[in-house]
């Protein structure tokens, strides 16, 4: 017998396909944009921070890598930028050293939480780093950075996406990327808490994310369709999609970064109030 397509089934095998980045709902990876040659004399360069996005009443504990899921963090087409005076954790940022060594601030590490040494109780182990402080990659297969559970530094906070909309996550690195068209793609695992006290492994098999800021992996929110913002899918957001048509991942409503047919499709199906 022929199968035939609704559009309902065609919506819901669309949602099955973008389902591979965001295993578990409401957990992704998202970037922000901190700017552009920040760091002088050193070429063309750019700042990103990256967060982990939980849902409410979540708590990350530990970005891992082990050998079914190594911890990869590559630089393409450009180098990391590794401050003098910096280290590989928000452990080694000091804001003491800002006044003397600039360039402290916006080192290339990783965080659970803290963008500085204050209040920060970041711990680490299996972590050989001399390849990342010169630059370059990182890989652990048998490495972790993790707090306590006791540290609040792990609960997740307001932070803008390089949109400029408001989600929830816990800062998990900043990457200052040495090149114009330099982008960060890699692979880790987290472990979290869920609301119940659960444990969860959130598994990034693989993600990217360059200049622009938009990673492949970000939750998709609940009302994806609503783009500026005013808990309705109304005739503004329609022409705002118009306008960003293929240049505009902000306006991307399926997850894929791209604004096209498809976008259309899910818009006019949640046509009207989100839901609650
Ligand atoms: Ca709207
Ligand atoms: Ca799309």
Not at 112 to 120: A, C, K, P, S, V
Request: charged letters at 15%; a negative charge.
């Amino acid at each position: 017998m022929r199968r035939v397509l609704t559009p309902a089934t065609i919506v819901l095998t669309a949602f099955a396909a973008t389902a591979s980045a965001d295993a578990i709902d409401g957990v992704g990876l998202s970037a922000s944009v901190v700017g552009t040659n920040l760091v002088e004399g050193v070429g063309e360069n750019y700042t990103i921070r990256l967060w982990a996005e939980l849902p409410a009443g979540w708590s990350l504990e530990a970005v891992a890598g082990n050998a079914a899921l190594p911890m990869h963090l590559t630089p393409l087409d450009g180098t990391f930028f590794q401050a003098a005076f910096g280290g590989a954790t928000s452990m080694s940022n000091n804001p003491a050293f800002y006044p003397i060594a600039p360039d402290v601030e916006w080192d290339t590490f990783l965080t659970i939480g803290r963008l500085t040494t204050t209040d920060n109780a970041l711990r680490e182990i299996g972590m050989d780093w001399a390849n990342f402080e010169s630059g370059g990659a990182h890989f652990a297969d048998n490495g972790s950075i993790y707090i306590l559970p006791v540290e609040v530094q792990g609960e997740p906070v307001t932070f803008q996406d390089a949109c400029g909309q408001d989600r929830e996550g816990v800062l998990i690195g900043q990457f200052t990327m040495l090149g114009a068209t330099a982008s960060l793609s890699g692979s880790f695992f987290l472990q979290a808490k869920d609301e119940l006290g659960q444990v969860q492994r959130p598994e990034f098999a693989s993600f990217a994310v360059g200049a622009d800021g938009h990673t492949d992996v970000a939750v998709t929110p609940a009302c994806s369709s609503d783009l500026d913002g005013d808990d309705r899918v109304s005739v503004t957001d329609l022409l705002t999609l118009l306008e960003q048509w293929y240049d505009g991942p902000c306006a991307d409503i399926s997850g894929d970064a791209v604004v096209d047919a498809q976008d259309v499709m899910y818009l006019v199906e949640s046509w009207g109030a989100c839901p609650e």
